[in-house]
């Protein structure tokens, strides 16, 4: 079992900037996929960004260029840098870590965006 535990979130005007953290208990954190999800009110959950193991990313096309996701192997961390946020960014984020049948969630953190 990984714990995941988020820290980060909060209140934020439009325009601005919030840095989520996402620590995991794992010793081989440096295997796990890690990802950052969100889920809006009345919404699906969906993929934010994601990074591999070999440090590949991915992001949803409403983020590209706004956010970017990174990792620190050795603190076992992995850290969601968002710029420029909107409105439409308000949700619950979720962290997330996948490696075999090892699928794991956090408890997930609220990121609201004041217009």
């Not at 995991?24 to 889920?39: D, K, L, N, P, V």
Request: glycine residues 12%.
């Amino acid at each position: 079992q990984v714990e995941l535990v988020e820290s980060g979130g909060g209140l934020v005007q439009a325009g601005g900037f919030l840095r989520l953290s996402c620590e995991a208990s794992t010793s081989i954190f440096s295997r796990y996929r890690m990802g950052w999800y969100r889920q809006a009110p009345g919404k699906q959950r969906e993929l934010v960004a994601a990074i591999t193991s070999g440090g590949s990313t991915n992001y949803a096309d409403s983020v590209k260029g706004r956010f970017t996701i990174f990792r620190d192997n050795a603190e076992k961390t992995v850290y969601l840098q968002m710029n420029s946020l909107k409105p439409e960014d308000t949700a619950v984020y979720y962290c997330n870590a996948l490696w075999g049948p090892g699928n794991y969630w956090g408890q997930g953190t609220q990121v609201t965006v004041s217009s």
